[in-house]
């Protein structure tokens, strides 16, 4: 069974940076893309990025430019999720998914990590 | 950048009953559409994908159609787990999601 287990809730203070994990397990980690995904409080879902982990090459959405970076580790088949210089705005529920391509349906999730912005 | 227009944004339907959601491309996006369900607390489910084809273990209550700009999800006959919040997604190139239709019992 394929499995994406991500990091725990995060509370951050403005301008700090999170990195929220994704441990993958019951498939080839290079096999697929992992996309990053969030979700602000009672709001709809934000494509933020994604990465091949074969190579470690990453599409980022324009919004994200230069403030997120995603990572993927083969040798310990987690990726990860870097925001930097957070704000209020970046409160929100941040999801991992894979995909067979760079461009593909979401397909399974991770359960999600909780990112708290707050002075 | 594409627009990903889902209407309506709620949709009240009592159990057994039919529900029809919509979801517009501001450009089309061929077939590369698919459907999730999200219930609170929880990630969102892949429903359908390629527009039309449900994912594994999904009822075949679920059906999508629509290909281009214009798609469509139908529950053919509501059941009390299925109320939840539904989101399209394009992903002939940069992702996008939809705003969600929530489905709320009536």
């Known amino acids: 069974e394929v499995q994406l287990v991500q990091s725990g809730a995060e509370v951050k203070r403005p301008g700090a940076t999170v990195k929220i994990s994704c441990k993958v397990s019951g498939y080839t980690f290079t096999d697929y893309y992992m996309h990053w995904v969030r979700q602000a409080p009672g709001k709809g879902l934000e494509w933020m990025g994604v990465?091949?982990?074969?190579?470690?090459?990453?599409i980022y959405a324009e919004k994200f430019q230069g403030r997120l970076t995603i990572t993927a580790d083969t040798s310990t088949e987690t990726a990860y999720m870097e925001l930097s210089s957070l704000r209020s705005e970046d409160t929100a529920v941040y999801y991992c998914?894979?995909?067979?391509?760079?461009?593909?349906?979401?397909?399974?999730w991770g359960q999600g990590a909780l990112v708290t912005v707050s002075s | 950048e594409i627009v990903m227009t889902q209407s309506p944004a709620t949709l009240s339907v009592s159990p057994g009953e039919r529900a029809t959601l919509s979801c517009r491309a501001s450009?089309?996006?061929?077939?590369?559409l698919a459907w999730y369900q999200q219930k609170p607390g929880q990630a969102p489910r892949l429903l359908i994908y390629g527009a039309s084809i449900r994912a594994t273990g999904i009822p075949a209550r679920f059906s999508g159609s629509g290909s281009g700009t214009e798609f469509t999800l139908t529950i053919s006959s509501l059941q009390s787990e299925d109320f939840a919040v539904y989101y399209c997604h394009q992903y002939n190139n940069w992702p996008a999601f939809g705003g969600g239709t929530k489905v709320e019992i009536k």
């Open positions: 990465v091949d982990p074969e190579d470690g090459e990453t």
């Open positions: 450009q089309s996006v061929n077939s590369n």
């Open positions: 998914a894979m995909s067979r391509s760079w461009y593909n349906r979401l397909d399974p």
